[in-house]
């Protein structure tokens, strides 16, 4: 039997960050991963994403090149060349990783690993002992369709493809159904969107929502909203009554928490009806010394929340402080094309009870204009009335993931919209409309 002071189940982003924060505060570590290490962040989400979504915006730029000057030959997009140069981009990001672990003191421990019991995990044929274990095995896709039917490709698959299909069908519009539809379509698929709601990307701001089809559809994303989809095989789904023929149907409705044959149950551990580990602010399990983070625990599955997470608990069990990780200010991004961010409230949720004042700004950014485009920027801010206070920022346009980010840090301070309205522009940007916005289009 082997002692630790803390065992780390799973090593993707949130997994690494709590192993390595704790070994940093001078804890013997063991974190065991029975694949790759970087998880979904890295090997199967928002790297690779954002590598293909940036391939797909080289592709809309060439088409737009000759509206600036440039004489641009016959260009084609090769699925495999992308492939390869992701394959080695992703070796070297593991490479870091694996480095960082090491240097560290982290012991890392190749292996399915199973809670034996409440202090001890099983990895293969090995015994590890600690005081407090910390599951961060993370989610994936969501099944879809009967037991019958041959498994649909998901996005994990779909990262791994050579070549591109010519038609794609993606079932859900969450984050990943929007995000890959908008992809596909910039690298020359023909893309459908099919979703049961009326719009795509349920949570965010409604205003975001429509434009976000508007963006979609001008793309030439075929978008089936209040679709009851049926599906009768990996290339043909049925929606409200009609035939749908691709060459490949990419399953997109959502994740769900990885804790089969974990032993978590058996060890006393509360798993919710999704299996996930349900968990209290702090992290804990039902279990004393087994705690959770990131996917697993199905609550906002994010990367940085999942560090965040991670490394609050090991400052609370290892230095005595008492931290959480506030949810509900969390920012967070679309990245389709272009691609969208919020933080805060939406106006739906505040809608109704007079408290708030909305200001929008809707223009043809600059760069667009002059190549003749016609999508638009977008941009909301809601305010209390009372209190002045930014209760939510929302864009959708070129950038908007990084001046989301920037204006993460005066939300999370309590920004007041004289505060934006005191702040001098950089002009010319898009940016400055944020702060250029006086009178409110409407109060709710
Ligand atoms: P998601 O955002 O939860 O979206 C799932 C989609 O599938 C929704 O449109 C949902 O519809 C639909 N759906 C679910 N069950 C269905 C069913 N039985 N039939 C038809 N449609 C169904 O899930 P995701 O896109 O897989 O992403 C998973 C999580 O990963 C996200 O919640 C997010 O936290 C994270 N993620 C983040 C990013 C990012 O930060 N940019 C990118 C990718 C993933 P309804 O809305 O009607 O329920």
């Known amino acids: 039997m082997r002692e630790f002071d803390l065992i780390v189940i799973g090593g993707g982003s949130g997994g690494i960050a709590c192993a390595r924060r704790a070994a940093a505060l001078g804890a013997n570590v063991a974190l065991v991963e029975m694949g790759r290490l970087g998880g979904t962040c890295v090997l199967r989400g928002c790297v690779p994403k954002k590598l293909l979504m940036y391939a797909g915006r080289i592709g809309i730029e060439l088409a737009q090149a000759g509206a600036w000057g440039w004489e641009v030959g016959a260009s084609h997009f090769d699925m495999a060349a992308w492939q390869a140069s992701k394959r080695l981009e992703l070796n070297r990001l593991e490479g870091i990783y694996e480095g960082m672990l090491q240097r560290s003191g982290v012991h890392c421990i190749r292996g399915r690993a199973r809670l034996a019991a409440a202090d001890q995990v099983q990895v293969d044929g090995e015994m590890l002992r600690a005081p407090r274990i910390v599951v961060a095995t993370g ?20 990262l791994d493809w050579s070549t591109l299909p010519r038609r794609v069908g993606i079932l ?44 979609l559809e001008s793309a030439e994303v075929r978008c089936v909203p209040n679709a009851r989809i049926e599906l009768a095989n990996t290339t043909r789904v049925d929606v409200n009554g009609e035939s749908l023929a691709f060459d490949t149907v990419v399953n997109a409705t959502g994740r769900i928490p990885n804790t089969d044959h974990l032993g978590l149950a058996q060890a006393g551990v509360e798993l919710d009806a999704r299996g996930a580990v349900v968990v209290d602010r702090f992290s804990r399990s039902r279990v004393p010394s087994v705690f959770a983070i990131g996917d697993v625990t199905d609550q906002k599955s994010l990367t940085p929340v999942a560090i965040a997470q991670g490394r609050a608990l090991v400052d609370n069990e290892f230095t005595g402080t008492a931290r959480t990780v506030d949810h509900e200010s ?54 209390g009335t009372r209190t002045d206070k930014i209760l939510g920022i929302h ?50």
């Open 172 to 215: 859900g519009a969450g984050y990943i159904g929007v995000e890959f539809a908008s992809m596909l379509r910039a690298l020359g698929v023909d893309t459908t969107l099919i979703y049961r709601s009326d719009l795509p990307l349920r949570g965010f701001d409604r205003s975001l929502r429509e434009r976000a089809v508007t963006a």
């Open 139 to 158: 989610a994936r896709p969501h099944p879809f369709g009967d037991a019958t039917t041959r498994p649909l490709a998901t996005s994990d698959e779909l």
């Open 395 to 444: 864009m959708l346009g070129d950038d908007a993931p990084e001046i989301i980010q920037s204006l993460a840090v005066a939300f999370g301070m309590g920004a007041t919209k004289a505060d934006f309205d005191r702040t001098l522009a950089v002009h010319p940007t898009a940016a400055e409309e944020f702060v250029l916005m006086r009178e409110p289009a409407r109060s709710v």
């Open 330 to 383: 969390v920012a967070s991004a679309v990245f389709c094309i272009p691609p969208m961010a919020s933080i805060g409230i939406t106006e739906e949720a505040v809608a109704g009870r007079g408290g708030v004042k909305v200001f929008e700004a809707e223009f043809r950014p600059m760069k667009t204009a002059f190549a003749g485009g016609t999508q638009k920027t977008y941009m909301k801010l809601l305010v």
